[in-house]
């Protein structure tokens, strides 16, 4: 299966259906486990990974995902489209009951994201983007199939940037190089609006124009980035990893994420100036 649309919709029903499967867990008690690097895993995180794993592996395409074990990279190195997952991406806002965790999946082609998906199953809304097509929003209603979904999701767009800039943080993981990156962006910027989110949803933020900037001046993997990176690319904004401003890349060697800041392409004159 190569063709993009129908890739897209495998994309979307596994999301669909995988968010549901965490939403079985999300309002009740949970069992937590620490993986080897000491971040939280659940159920819901392993059921979620089952699902998708069911409906990609239909694509004859390889899945490299947070919860699967990864291939050497002299296996993956021969990948030139894979499926890059992170089922269930904001574990630690999911197991303290907060609505703004996802499920992340992305197609990777020569390194670099040519489809996104991104589910926000508490809050009932889907995003996804696509290489030459662009980004897209959608509303999930209870038991809303992908066919239905996209023809009823409407195209977003970064758009203008804010009066006072807008910039989105982590709840779980705000470091001191991150303070110091938005500190130096006031200094030229004027004072700015700090939120703070979890998961990939900061991207899809700025994606659909409610949010400007997100500097990520800290460690993340690349399942964590890889669907929101092509939501927010395909929407007008830019995604560069600092201090070389080169595009993030992904299906490297070592899965481990630059840092990185995203943001609408029109603050370009202002990122030059402050790194």
């Given at each position: 299966?190569?063709?993009?649309?129908?890739?897209?919709?495998?994309?979307?029903?596994?999301?669909?259906?995988?968010?549901?499967?965490?939403?079985?867990?999300?309002?009740?008690?949970?069992?937590?486990?620490?993986?080897?690097?000491?971040?939280?895993?659940?159920?819901?995180?392993?059921?979620?990974?089952?699902?998708?794993?069911?409906?990609?592996?239909?694509?004859?395409?390889?899945?490299?995902?947070?919860?699967?074990?990864?291939?050497?990279?002299?296996?993956?190195?021969?990948?030139?489209?894979?499926?890059?997952?992170?089922?269930?991406?904001?574990?630690?806002?999911?197991?303290?009951?907060?609505?703004?965790?996802?499920?992340?999946?992305?197609?990777?082609?020569?390194?670099?994201?040519?489809?996104?998906?991104?589910?926000?199953?508490?809050?009932?809304?889907?995003?996804?983007?696509?290489?030459?097509?662009?980004?897209?929003?959608?509303?999930v209603s209870k038991d809303a199939i992908a066919e239905s979904?996209?023809?009823?999701?409407?195209?977003?767009?970064?758009?203008?940037?804010?009066?006072?800039?807008?910039?989105?943080?982590?709840?779980?993981?705000?470091?001191?190089?991150?303070?110091?990156?938005?500190?130096?962006?006031?200094?030229?910027?004027?004072?700015?609006?700090?939120?703070?989110?979890?998961?990939?949803?900061?991207?899809?933020?700025?994606?659909?124009?409610?949010?400007?900037?997100?500097?990520?001046?800290?460690?993340?993997?690349?399942?964590?980035?890889?669907?929101?990176?092509?939501?927010?690319?395909?929407?007008?904004?830019?995604?560069?990893?600092?201090?070389?401003?080169?595009p993030v890349e992904y299906n490297k060697r070592n899965l481990?994420?630059?840092?990185?800041?995203?943001?609408?392409?029109?603050?370009?004159?202002?990122?030059?100036?402050?790194?």
């Open positions: 299966m190569t063709n993009s649309q129908d890739l897209l919709h495998v994309a979307v029903e596994a999301a669909l259906k995988a968010g549901l499967k965490t939403l079985k867990y999300y309002k009740n008690d949970l069992d937590v486990l620490l993986k080897d690097d000491h971040s939280p895993l659940t159920l819901a995180d392993l059921e979620s990974n089952e699902v998708i794993n069911k409906y990609l592996n239909q694509t004859d395409l390889p899945v490299l995902s947070e919860e699967n074990k990864v291939m050497p990279f002299v296996t993956r190195s021969k990948w030139k489209m894979l499926w890059l997952v992170d089922p269930l991406d904001g574990t630690k806002e999911f197991i303290n009951k907060r609505s703004d965790y996802t499920i992340n999946i992305a197609l990777i082609k020569n390194n670099q994201p040519v489809l996104g998906v991104v589910f926000v199953p508490a809050k009932s809304v889907l995003y996804y983007g696509i290489k030459d097509s662009g980004s897209y929003r959608v509303k979904l996209l023809k009823a999701s409407k195209k977003i767009h970064a758009g203008s940037i804010h009066k006072k800039l807008v910039v989105v943080a982590s709840k779980s993981h705000l470091s001191e190089d991150t303070r110091q990156f938005i500190r130096k962006l006031e200094k030229n910027a004027g004072q700015c609006d700090i939120r703070s989110y979890g998961s990939s949803l900061k991207l899809c933020m700025i994606a659909e124009g409610s949010a400007d900037i997100y500097p990520r001046l800290g460690p993340t993997m690349e399942w964590d980035t890889a669907a929101s990176h092509a939501i927010a690319e395909f929407a007008g904004c830019r995604i560069v990893s600092l201090p070389t401003r080169k481990l994420n630059p840092w990185f800041i995203v943001y609408n392409a029109k603050l370009n004159s202002l990122i030059s100036k402050i790194i």
